[in-house]
Structure formats: structure tokens, C-alpha cells
């Protein structure tokens, strides 16, 4: 296949990277200092002294969607399809992201679908387009958005669904606490959004139902 490398041009902020201002780790390690003190135990005994450095380490490591630019997943696209213009779907895309309310983990699966329109982009893309969104704070409704729009603004296929199942550890953990509630949501493009027969047949597909 040969590769098309086009420049992108983000049309929404959520398409770039995030500007941040990061605290020092310093000041990182600090801060886990005083939760730790707040939950009531003690930060200077053994089994936490290293505890604001391996938090401080695992945070990079699960925000780290905010040193990447989701669109840029997509620049590299493939037109020698032989002919194909039907329905592309990844799904079964597990991921973990974190509730921008309470700092506590969302844990579930993406599936996401497009119609090309002469051009189609590498699978592993898809999931990884999912990841960068999913490594920074979140809702579920936001992060199904987002997945579509990027995907629908630089692809420019006639259409995308996107249907996110996931547990909410902030209604499993605290609160009401109902452990294996799961929430839904799904967002739809172009033909999708215009054509309820297409958004059938993708959710069938997702759910193994063949088309």
C-alpha cells in the first residue's frame, strides 16, 4: 500500500495537545505528601516513603494523553483499498481513563466504525486515538465525542459511530456504590447520524450479530 502523509489542520482544540502547566515533581511528590496525611496514615513510615514518587510516576504514565496529539494518529492514510467503501469497525477496544470528578477510574471497551470515503487509516490507529483521549481526565460522554470528532475532521469519511461501555469506579467505589452497573453511550457522523438503517447495522455488527 502506498501511505498518504497529508499536514493536518486541527479545526478543534480537543485535536491538538492540551496546553498545560505542570507543577515541578517536586511539588507533585509534595501534594501526595498531604493526601497521604489527609487519608489519616503516616508518610514518613516504610511502606510509604516512596509512595509520592511511584504516584507521581503513575500519574505521567496515565495522563500521558496530554503529550499527544490525537490527530496526528490519523495523518497517515491509505488509498490503494481495492475498490473497498463499506463499513470499517474495531471493536472490543479495551481501555481505562479517569473521571474528571473524582480522580477515580472509568474501565470499559470502544467500538468504532467509519465509512471511508477513498481512503482508510491503519486499525491500530483507532485504538490508539481512543488511548490518547482516554489518558486524561474525563466523562464518558466527552471522550465518545471526542473520538468520533477527531476521526470524522481528519479522515473526512462519509461517516463514524463510536459506542463506549465502561464502569464508573465513582459509582462503584463510593456513593451509591453499585459494583457491575456499566453505562452506555454512543455518538454517530454523517450517514450515520442521517441514516438510522446504518446505525443498525453498526451496532449489530458490535454486538456479533453479522449485518
Request: glycine residues 8%; proline residues 5%; hydrophobic residues 40%.
Amino acid at each position: 500500500m502506498d501511505a498518504v502523509i497529508k499536514k493536518l489542520m486541527p479545526q478543534s482544540a480537543y485535536m491538538e495537545k492540551p496546553v498545560t502547566d505542570r507543577p515541578s515533581e517536586a511539588e507533585v511528590e509534595a501534594a501526595v505528601r498531604t493526601l497521604l496525611r489527609w487519608t489519616g496514615d503516616n508518610p514518613d513510615r516504610e511502606g510509604l516513603i516512596d509512595t509520592p514518587k511511584r504516584v507521581a510516576k503513575a500519574y505521567r504514565e496515565m495522563f500521558g494523553g496530554y503529550d499527544m496529539c490525537p490527530a496526528e494518529e490519523l495523518g497517515r492514510t491509505f488509498e490503494e483499498v481495492a475498490g473497498y467503501d463499506d463499513l470499517v469497525i474495531v471493536k472490543d477496544i479495551t481501555f481505562h481513563s479517569h473521571c474528571e470528578h473524582h480522580m477515580v477510574p472509568i474501565i470499559g471497551k470502544a467500538h468504532v466504525g467509519y465509512l471511508p470515503d477513498g481512503k482508510v487509516v491503519g486499525l491500530s490507529k483507532i485504538a490508539r486515538v481512543v488511548d490518547i483521549f482516554a489518558h486524561r481526565l474525563q466523562t464518558q460522554e466527552a471522550l465518545t465525542a471526542q473520538i468520533a470528532g477527531v476521526i470524522q475532521d481528519v479522515l473526512n469519511p462519509r461517516g463514524v459511530a463510536v459506542m463506549i461501555e465502561a464502569e464508573h469506579m465513582c459509582m462503584a467505589m463510593r456513593g451509591i456504590r453499585k459494583q457491575g452497573s456499566t453505562t452506555l453511550t454512543s455518538t454517530f457522523t454523517g450517514v450515520f447520524k442521517d441514516t438510522p438503517e446504518e446505525q443498525v447495522r453498526f451496532v449489530t455488527m458490535v454486538r456479533g450479530g453479522g449485518v
